[in-house]
């Protein structure tokens, strides 16, 4: 029995990957523990797999049921009523989904492991060279009034629907927090977080170190954030005003030690603070702050560039893989469903991604020919590779559209041919 129909008419390489993938990853069972099973009608792991593959057959769910002659065996409305289960627990079906797969790309690589930023949706694994999207939220707003199906205040609080609605409208710091508090103990934890300038509040640092991550991330120029130095607390415009920056074409201006103290924390918390120079515009910077102290300021700025994997993600989710425009729908826990399709896809086709340009996928080969290659020294390599990523980090280490855009493009340049043809970013 093939997991998705038949007169889809999709590439029988894609089929094929698509049937390992849930074969090895135990997709089905997965949907099960979330409540995404019927006990009667058509089979919920059909409509689900219908719905993964739905973007690769270039038609969305309305021109494939009203005007195609290879509609599935199900009716448009099983599908929209599978979609609007407030009974099913995507988030933790994601969640489950990402501890899976994590382990088997992380065994492809070191050990050093980094939260890639996050935006509200999303918290982020990598190993710095594939992204996963490991847990996310699908946010409301705080106003009852701008919420299309009222506050659901009167409602069940032990059922998950509730609890969604209920997590859609915290602060956006204590979400983020929860997001790394659950991931303890998961193939999703890691050492370091990195996030932009809009979480880096001295009391978001603090609260990131006390569960036990080290940070990385952009500061925000901001006056009534201030950090101990020199005997007393300054922002840091005021501190980079207070030093002489380095000359020449060094990487970074300026780096200092300080200290994070907040009212609600007892510890003082030492970290470095550097300032780089933002690109192509010399006179201005912006400060990046690690509050893991035994890395080098290069290593910090190396770090903080990976979050940027997160960008060209979402533009991969919402320009190919169809998150903003393959449904109309009204229903919460629909969209809710319908992101966690959407980040299946993108899992499926990272890992896929992943094990087509790695070449240590090629097996016996690859060990051959670093056997050829013995003559060059592990040094010398490592010194050449230091360079070329320093040369590219320093043309490039603020990212634009045009860049976002380029990357997207790569990603799918990178597929399997089977996937690349049936894609269109």
């Given at each position: ?32 523990k979330a409540g995404a099973a019927k006990s009667k009608g058509v089979c ?76 509200l949706l999303n918290l982020g694994w990598s190993d710095g060279q594939t ?72 009391s978001f640092l603090l609260s990131v170190k006390s569960l036990g991550y ?212």
């Amino acid at each position: 029995m093939t997991i998705m129909p038949e007169e889809l008419r999709i590439d029988n390489a894609i089929e094929e990957k698509f049937r390992h993938f849930m074969k090895r990853f135990g997709i089905n069972g997965m949907l099960r523990k979330a409540g995404a099973a019927k006990s009667k009608g058509v089979c919920a792991y059909l409509i689900f797999t219908f719905l993964i593959g739905l973007v690769f057959t270039r038609r969305n769910l309305y021109k494939t049921m009203a005007f195609s002659r290879d509609a599935p065996s199900f009716s448009k409305n099983a599908a929209y009523r599978y979609l609007s289960n407030p009974h099913v627990n995507w988030e933790a079906f994601i969640c489950g989904l990402s501890d899976a797969v994590i382990p088997e790309i992380d065994k492809l690589t070191s050990e050093n492991k980094y939260y890639k930023g996050f935006t509200l949706l999303n918290l982020g694994w990598s190993d710095g060279q594939t992204y996963v999207p490991a847990d996310y939220r699908v946010l409301a707003s705080g106003s009852d009034g701008n919420l299309l199906e009222g506050s659901h205040a009167k409602e069940d609080r032990r059922t998950i629907a509730t609890k969604r609605r209920a997590s859609a409208r915290m602060e956006k710091p204590k979400l983020a927090l929860q997001m790394l508090e659950n991931a303890k103990g998961t193939p999703r934890q890691a050492k370091h977080v990195l996030f932009d300038s809009w979480f880096s509040s001295p009391s978001f640092l603090l609260s990131v170190k006390s569960l036990g991550y080290d940070s990385v991330a952009r500061l925000k120029n901001h006056e009534n954030f201030r950090y101990a130095y020199a005997g007393g607390f300054f922002s840091i415009s005021k501190i980079h005003s207070m030093n002489r920056k380095r000359r020449g074409r060094s990487r970074y201006l300026l780096s200092v030690d300080v200290g994070i103290r907040h009212a609600d924390f007892e510890e003082t918390v030492p970290a470095k603070i550097v300032f780089v120079r933002e690109r192509n515009i010399r006179k201005k910077w912006i400060a990046l702050i690690s509050t893991d102290n035994s890395l080098t300021e290069d290593e910090i700025i190396e770090y903080y560039g990976k979050r940027w994997d997160i960008e060209p993600f979402h533009k991969t989710i919402k320009n190919v893989l169809m998150l903003e425009k393959e449904f109309q729908l009204r229903s919460f826990d629909a969209i809710s469903a319908h992101t966690a399709i959407v980040l299946t896809r993108y899992i499926f086709l990272a890992l896929e991604n992943r094990k087509n340009k790695d070449e240590r996928t090629l097996g016996e080969l690859f060990f051959y020919i670093c056997e050829e290659l013995s003559d060059i020294t592990f040094q010398h390599a490592f010194d050449l590779l230091m360079s070329l990523l320093q040369k590219f980090m320093h043309d490039n280490f603020v990212i634009n559209n045009e860049d976002c855009a380029l990357l997207v493009k790569q990603f799918i340049d990178d597929l399997p041919e089977c996937f690349k043809v049936r894609l269109v970013a």
